[in-house]
């Protein structure tokens, strides 16, 4: 098993930026790769990013490249997700994810094995 906590969401004004943050706990993190999901009320899980075990292989979606960056820093157990240029539409509740096809960056939720509880993200005009 794989315990994964989000944490960094609040409320921000449009065009600003936040850091999240996801930390496992349970078995070895690099044996994972990690994404990062949201989901928008009334609205299907979106993938956002997602990064290898290594971070030699990373994957975005359209509608947040160039603003959203995923890292990960082995040595804590964390992947991070950088949002900038925040938009109002980017408003939902931010999911961390992990994938056992650690070689690759997996863009479908069913790649992945493992869920966090959640983090929202609120971005007003």
């Known amino acids: 098993q794989v315990q994964l906590l989000e944490s960094g969401g609040g409320l921000v004004q449009t065009g600003g930026s936040l850091r999240l943050s996801c930390t496992a706990s349970?078995?070895?993190?690099?044996?994972?790769?990690m994404g990062w999901f949201r989901q928008a009320p009334g609205k299907e899980r979106e993938f956002l990013v997602a990064?290898?075990?290594?971070?030699?292989?990373?994957s975005t979606a359209d509608s947040v490249k160039g603003r959203f960056t995923i890292s990960r820093d082995n040595a804590k157990n964390t992947v991070y997700l950088q949002m900038n240029s925040l938009k109002t539409e980017d408003t939902a509740v931010y999911y961390c994810?992990?994938?056992?096809?650690?070689?690759?960056?997996?863009?479908?939720?069913?790649?992945?094995?493992?869920w966090g509880q959640g983090t929202q993200v609120t971005v007003s005009s």
């Open positions: 994810a992990a994938s056992p096809k650690r070689h690759n960056s997996p863009r479908s939720g069913p790649e992945y094995a493992y």
């Open positions: 349970g078995r070895t993190f690099s044996n994972y790769a």
């Open positions: 990064i290898s075990w290594s971070g030699g292989s990373t």
